[in-house]
């Protein structure tokens, strides 16, 4: 009687062994060039995460990242040292990462590998998501999306500035009605990616997380340490972004609310995004559609083309399809 009693005891702990390690779900890093990815590995490998975080580990990485731009490149001993201190294997190709995990963040900080590594996260099947930029410009960055949707596979990008508790409330109407907005941010450029895309494109996203999309008609003027870039929208909103060259970094804005002018968040670490990223995984929904990040990245080449042109004004609806139907041959080849 006693050794049948010690029999289903075990039995029992063995089944509750076993569930336990199903719940846990094996992440993979694609890219250590970049300070997410160490942030994202220490909040997820804690000894003691957070409950937000509980079920979910970095279980391996794929260090490469960029191989080109220096200061990418330089970031890569070090942060394969901290993954392998908290517990992530490293591996030798994203194939060999795709057999390990259940899910891909891709922290790569070049955007220029993102279509080429999305790629065979995609063919695979495993829920992913890109950390910024999407890609280098905005051809590519609808390409992904494209392929996505081929190969029926979530997909989401955000900044951090997004999630910051200031621009939700701004976003859910805290505040009231937005009227319009103005946010800035560093936009230190990077050659091999189109203007903003590199950088700038925190001031854009907490833009469009305040004003949302809509956004048809932008003009941009350039200075040596600045650049403005103001947009018009559908319903007549006019939203700017502010992108910072010189002087002391800044992020933020002014939000003008039905009921006066509200500050916008500035940036306050990966912990918010990160909860978004986790709360993806579980649930495959993605927490921001691809019309909107795709919108964000037409904005910031309608910028570009306006600069080209001037400052001219410059239709988003022009840009949109010229750079899809530059995608759709992208696409074609897969």
């Not at 976003?171 to 230190?188: E, L, Q, T, V």
Request: glycine share 10%.
């Amino acid at each position: 009687m006693k050794r049948r009693i010690l029999s289903i005891i075990i039995i029992a702990c063995l089944a509750i062994g076993v569930t336990y390690a199903q719940k846990v779900v094996k992440v993979g890093i694609i890219g250590l060039d970049t300070s997410h990815s160490p942030a994202f590995i220490g909040m997820l490998n804690s000894k003691n995460p957070k409950p937000e975080f509980s079920g979910f580990k970095v279980v391996a990485a794929y260090p490469y990242g960029s191989r080109t731009i220096e200061n990418s490149m330089k970031r890569i001993p070090g942060y394969i040292d901290k993954a392998k201190e908290n517990g992530v294997e490293i591996v030798n190709s994203i194939a060999d990462l795709l057999k390990k995990v259940d899910c891909v963040m891709l922290e790569t900080n070049d955007g220029n590998l993102h279509l080429e590594q999305a790629l065979e996260v995609l063919k695979a099947g495993k829920t992913l998501y890109i950390d910024k930029p999407v890609a280098a410009d905005l051809t590519e960055t609808i390409a992904i999306f494209m392929l996505a949707d081929k190969y029926k596979v979530p997909v989401f990008s955000s900044s951090a500035l997004r999630y910051v508790p200031q621009n939700q409330d701004l976003r859910n109407g805290k505040f009231g009605k937005i009227m319009g907005a103005d946010c800035c941010s560093p936009a230190p450029g990077e050659p091999s990616h189109t203007d903003f895309a590199w950088y700038g494109i925190h001031g854009v996203e907490t833009l469009y997380t305040v004003m949302g999309t809509g956004c048809k008609q932008v003009s941009r003027t350039s200075a040596k340490g600045t650049d403005v870039v103001v947009g018009l929208w559908e319903d007549g909103r006019i939203g700017t972004f502010r992108g910072i060259r010189q002087g002391k970094d800044a992020y933020g804005g002014t939000a003008y609310c039905e009921g006066g002018k509200v500050q916008v968040g500035e940036y306050s670490g990966y912990e918010c995004l990160l909860v978004q990223i986790v709360n993806f995984f579980k649930t495959k929904v993605v927490p921001v559609t691809p019309e909107e990040t795709i919108e964000i990245f037409t904005f910031m080449e309608a910028s570009n083309e306006s600069k080209r042109q001037g400052g001219c004004p410059v239709s988003m609806q022009a840009v949109y399809d010229k750079a899809r139907y530059e995608a759709a041959k992208i696409v074609a080849k897969y």
